[in-house]
């Protein structure tokens, strides 16, 4: 079995300028056919610490024994961080 996390999307909610991020939690088998996905999802407020908040996101993450986001998930979702209203 193999566990996977997937950056699936990033939302600007204008009425709070909230980034929504929906990240999805996959395993699948050794062929890399997915048997289960589950969404799990954050919400960054503004002047929120990107930093410490996707820590805090990668270690609840790793709790329930999947991986961190990678570098370049993050900076994706800093550059949303970055443009919101």
Do not use: F, W
Request: glycine residues 4%; hydrophobic residues 45%.
């Amino acid at each position: 079995m193999h566990t996977s996390t997937i950056l699936d999307r990033i939302e600007i909610e204008p009425q709070t300028g909230n980034v929504a991020v929906r990240i999805l939690k996959q395993i699948a088998d050794e062929s890399g056919q997915v048997l289960a996905s589950q969404i799990h999802r954050t919400s960054i407020a503004p002047k929120t610490d990107l930093a410490t908040h996707m820590a805090a996101v990668n270690a609840h993450l790793a709790a329930m024994g999947y991986p961190p986001l990678s570098d370049a998930d993050i900076a994706r979702i800093n550059a949303a961080t970055a443009i919101r209203l």
